[in-house]
């Protein structure tokens, strides 16, 4: 995907210089082509300026970045939208601030995880044989994703202790691998307890239980921290 515009400035490298500060993106990044040279004129009568037209190819975050702009736009939301490195994970964050935003938020994250897949789509997908790097993003929503996180680490804690007390297995409701693997993390470095994941695709759930029953299944970790 590509963005054309026409710049102008007193020299070619003026008019390029506006049409990277018009793409918000650095002057190497752009290829142009020269429409009209710059013409100085008679003691500046009948000066014209440099015209040219500049291309930027978009990258997937770029792509994924417009679509959730445009999505906020349409569904006229007062919020910021911004594009920061992923601290914690690959790629890029997108991240979604303002009154506004909890709306997209969802029950337990459900429209949120929803948004992010499609900007996903968008920002991996190949138009006309293009050749881009694949990249992940990550949105989020009023930090919505630290929140959960600290939800989700705090129920394993106390669920393993449930599990302790009353030497019980407990079986947690259906999540995402994300969230599950946020579990198993936390329990992991609990003495005592392990996990297993049962289920298939969207119903995959979470079993805690006490590490000497042997009857337990083999914790399934390989495609829950595939994600």
Not at 12 to 23: D, G, R, V
Not at 33 to 46: C, H, S, T
Not at 54 to 74: M, Q, R
Request: hydrophobic letters at 35%.
């Amino acid at each position: 995907m590509k963005k054309e515009i026409i710049a102008t400035g007193k020299t070619i490298e003026e008019a390029l210089a506006n049409a990277a500060e018009q793409l918000s993106v650095s002057s190497d990044e752009i290829t142009y082509e020269v429409i009209d040279e710059p013409k100085k004129g008679l003691f500046g009568i009948g000066a014209t300026p440099a015209k040219i037209k500049a291309v930027y190819t978009l990258k997937g975050e770029d792509i994924a970045l417009d679509f959730i702009k445009k999505l906020v736009s349409d569904m006229q939301l007062n919020v910021t939208v911004e594009m920061k490195e992923a601290t914690d994970r690959d790629g890029v964050l997108i991240d979604i601030q303002g009154e506004g935003a909890g709306i997209l938020i969802g029950h337990h994250g459900d429209t949120l995880d929803s948004i992010q897949y499609l900007a996903n789509l968008a920002a991996n997908k190949k138009v006309d044989g293009e050749k881009r790097a694949h990249v992940k993003v990550t949105v989020d929503a009023e930090n919505y994703r630290a929140k959960r996180e600290e939800t989700l680490r705090s129920l394993a804690r106390r669920m393993a202790d449930k599990v302790l007390k009353y030497k019980k297995s407990v079986m947690l409701e259906p999540m995402n691998p994300y969230e599950r693997r946020i579990i198993h993390s936390e329990i992991q470095g609990i003495s005592g307890v392990s996990t297993n994941s049962i289920g298939s695709e969207n119903n995959r759930k979470i079993v805690i239980y006490l590490e000497d029953q042997k009857a337990a299944a083999k914790h399934t970790e390989d495609e829950d921290y595939d994600y």
